[in-house]
């Protein structure tokens, strides 16, 4: 097996605000994995909070090497192997690399054995839900803009709250839609108090879910809101990889797993089992990234009550064609083996 790459910074078409951050490029890193001429493709997308860069998923990538695996389908050994490439080094970050090859092989796997993955794993594709698409933090004039613009295409709105004027913002969307609203703060709210206020507000406006309402390690807090909130608390940022999913318990009724954070669909699957096991919901997101890595993250579709799939939406230079598609707001799985990608130009 050979594996090349190239970074791929990816534009973005509006700048984006959330609480904390504004920005209107993502650093991104295209790979490729080929065997016996097949080729999967994955993707390192590094939003500058989760310390990966560019240089770092490239210097990962420079050390892994896997010319000494012939079957691509022993995907338990190999991923094995790239997990534990840097445990030398005890402060590393390389989720988005390690999810890039994990992505890369589950898409040389599928085609391989002809099958999409979703269909490796078992999953009924009948049973993906609405995907949100998120708004950014920005003028009423421009929110209601944006609103208008996607009103139709999607079912439900993601809305980035956390910040002063909240309510203005959710009242201007009110003003031209009145789908169904999930917000996330950002642990943008201070206190569980102000968080719970806010929260027994945003249920008279038709929001069915808050994500990440508290800074990420105040579990105290979150475990008092997450005894008296009237709607669902997932979180995003205090939830990495699948040893979270056991110590957030109690502190959530459910958890966002993103291929970025955790490394990919092998540790995504173990913490959609870990969530079941412990009675929590299951939201699936993603961050701005291409066709590649958002297909591969709705592999696992089937399994989530909240999808969250739209960062390929928001980029203006997405390198892939085919993949999922998003159908009368629902997410809807490709049927081609591995993800279905089709490059639109020579990629690597
Ligand atoms: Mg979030």
């Not at 009110?174 to 102000?194: I, K």
């Not at 990440?212 to 669902?232: A, V, Y």
């Not at 939406?313 to 629902?330: A, H, M, T, Y």
Request: with cysteine.
């Amino acid at each position: 097996m050979q594996l090349s790459f190239r970074p791929y910074p990816l534009q973005l078409q509006h700048t984006f605000t959330v609480s904390g951050c504004s920005r209107s490029q993502t650093p991104d890193v295209i790979i490729a994995i080929t065997h016996q001429g097949v080729t999967g493709y994955g993707e390192a997308s590094m939003p500058p909070y989760l310390g990966e860069s560019i240089q770092s998923v490239c210097a990962f990538l420079e050390r892994v090497d896997l010319s000494s695996f012939n079957d691509p389908l022993r995907t338990d050994d190999i991923l094995t192997y790239v997990m534990h490439l840097d445990d030398d080094e005890p402060a590393a970050h390389n989720f988005a690399a390690k999810a890039a090859i994990d992505i890369a092989l589950h898409d040389l796997v599928g085609q391989i054995l002809g099958q999409p993955i979703w269909r490796l794993f078992g999953l009924t594709p009948e049973r993906c839900t609405y995907t949100t698409y998120t708004i950014g933090i920005d003028t009423p004039e421009v929110v209601k803009q944006k609103v208008r613009e996607v009103e139709g295409r999607f079912g439900r709105l993601k809305v980035k709250v956390g910040v002063e004027g909240d309510r203005e913002l959710i009242k201007s969307i009110r003003e031209v839609s009145d789908l169904p609203l999930t917000v996330d703060a950002n642990q943008g709210w201070t206190s569980a108090e102000e968080a719970l206020r806010q929260i027994e507000w945003l249920q008279t406006q038709g929001v069915i879910m808050v994500e990440q309402p508290l800074p990420k390690h105040n579990l105290e807090g979150l475990r008092w809101l997450t005894e008296r909130s009237p709607l669902p608390i997932i979180l995003d940022e205090s939830v990495q990889g699948p040893e979270d999913v056991v110590r957030l318990k109690g502190c959530c009724h459910g958890i966002n797993i993103k291929l970025m954070k955790c490394g990919g669909l092998a540790p995504a699957r173990l913490m959609v089992q870990l969530a079941r096991l412990q009675g929590m919901q299951v939201m699936l997101g993603c961050m701005t990234e291409t066709t590649c890595a958002v297909t591969a993250a709705a592999q696992l579709a089937p399994c989530a009550d909240y999808l969250d799939l739209d960062g390929n939406l928001l980029i203006s230079n997405d390198p892939f064609r085919g993949g999922i598609q998003v159908i009368d707001g629902r997410v809807t799985l490709q049927t081609e083996p591995g993800l279905g990608l089709i490059p639109e130009f020579r990629v690597l």
